[in-house]
């Protein structure tokens, strides 16, 4: 049986804490990152960790999917410890942090391991995530230290 590949929409802050908990260990190249600023969007292909599958029992191979992360209605990027000129270096994706700001458009920090961080200003939340092609199995296994 073919898994279906996952596509969410988020429209809400709560939305947005599901499409983060599935980006969990992703990584994505800085190559594959695109903001699209006559059209108002931020593009990321991503190669997402699959925890939704490895969860489904002890005998499933761990695998990856490339997948789309598409913020819209973007009004502004910037980014803080990404070295946008060496484009083959890769960020190890943590989570999303949403706040509502005093003007009521949203900003929204992808924060990556290494202090890295794309920050989205926003006039709403309107990001999907969209799984693409087929999975592959990889060997490793995302591992995180207890604090």
């Known amino acids: 049986m073919k898994a279906k590949n996952l596509k969410l929409i988020a429209r809400t802050v709560e939305d947005l804490r599901v499409v983060s908990a599935h980006l969990q260990d992703a990584i994505v190249n800085i190559n594959d990152i695109a903001n699209l600023e006559k059209n108002k969007i931020l593009l990321l292909q991503l190669n997402r960790f699959m925890w939704e599958d490895v969860e489904k029992g002890v005998f499933r191979k761990n695998k990856r999917i490339r997948t789309i992360l598409k ?3 973007v009004m502004k990027v910037n980014s803080k410890n990404i070295n946008q000129v060496n484009k083959d270096k890769f960020l190890d994706f943590l989570t999303i ?5 005093t003007d009521n458009n949203y900003e929204m920090k992808i924060l990556f391991s290494g202090d890295s961080i794309i920050k989205v200003i926003s006039e709403v939340i309107e990001v999907t995530l969209d799984d693409q092609g087929e999975a592959w199995d990889t060997k490793n296994k995302p591992k995180h230290k207890v604090i």
Do not use: A, R
């Open 71 to 73: 913020f819209e209605n």
């Open 97 to 101: 942090e949403t706040n509502l700001m």
